[in-house]
């Protein structure tokens, strides 16, 4: 890099040693020489469209779908990573959001007909005996009071009846539970162990896409940064594209033609690697702040690349129309 700007930066110096004779040329000129671009900037060609591809997630490389040089189209598949173990993970999250939604469809649909049936005969049962531990200790009190019995015969009626009463609340509260079905809470409860076990499979989903990688833009790929089997890590940028359809060039104008130069204004490029032909060109953008030290300023120049023989990286030479 360092190179090319020293490259960039004595070609800036021999136009500029070049550029006040034929100032001079151009306000003496003659029609012959007025017809001529005069060449007053240096440059390097760069690509509005580069995407450094990288991955989201750890996992070692399966397939690269691409060798450098390939051109490909946004969205198209350039590397594909080992995700075994994601899948694993997307099947158990399935079958959790599954056993959830098992549960939160049982509990609204509420008990079976024979559910019912069988709790309805309990509570007849416990009813019962909680009719006779009544009768039998309402008996054994009167006795009792007429010292017949004794008081803790009276007790383990008194316990008898507790315990049968018991039961058959219990058992009215079953009953009441499923033909009434389940409380709002509870309901509540069993939707959002669903809503949860949802947004775990839907992080396992994008965990698992994730190990398809696709080209962001349309272009070449440049470069290669990667083979199969080796681990890919985020951060960590695994190939290049480049789009060798949208390019441009940065330039270095001398600050005495920047009166010369206006955005949108038309301008002539030669390439150092392509020296039999010139290429047009358009300014697109202008630095207000100058270079103190080179005493020029930054211009940006959009360049048609139709035969798509200019890459980014090639030396240039920008002339100005008269």
Known sequence: MKRVLLIILAMVVVLTGCSATEQKDMQAGTDVQASKPVFVMAGIIDANEKAGITTKISAKISDISVDVGSVVKKGDKLISLDVKDIEAQVAQAQAGVSTAQANLVKMQSGARPEQIAQAQTLLDSTKTAYTNAKNNFDRNQQLANAKIISQAQLETAQTQLSAAEAQYNSAQDQLDMLTKGETKEALNVLQAQVN???????????????????????????????????????????????????????????????????????????????????????????????????????????????????????????????
Do not use: C, H, W
């Not at 030669?270 to 100058?290: A, M, N, R, W």
């Open 196 to 322: 949860q076990a949802q947004a775990a499979l839907d992080l396992a989903k994008t965990q698992l896409a994730y190990g398809t990688i696709v080209s962001p833009v349309s272009g070449t790929v440049s470069a290669i940064n990667i083979n199969v089997g080796e681990l890919a890590s985020p951060g960590v940028v695994l190939l290049t594209v480049i789009n060798v359809d949208s390019l441009y060039i940065k330039a270095s104008l001398p600050v005495g033609f920047m009166e010369s130069v206006k955005v949108g204004q038309e301008v002539v490029v030669k390439v150092t690697e392509i020296p039999d032909k010139e290429f047009s060109g358009k300014v697109s953008f202008i630095d207000p702040v100058i270079d103190s030290r080179s005493k020029s300023v930054l211009v940006k120049i959009t360049v048609n690349n139709p035969d798509l023989v200019l890459k980014p990286g090639m030396l240039t030479e920008i002339g100005l129309k008269k």
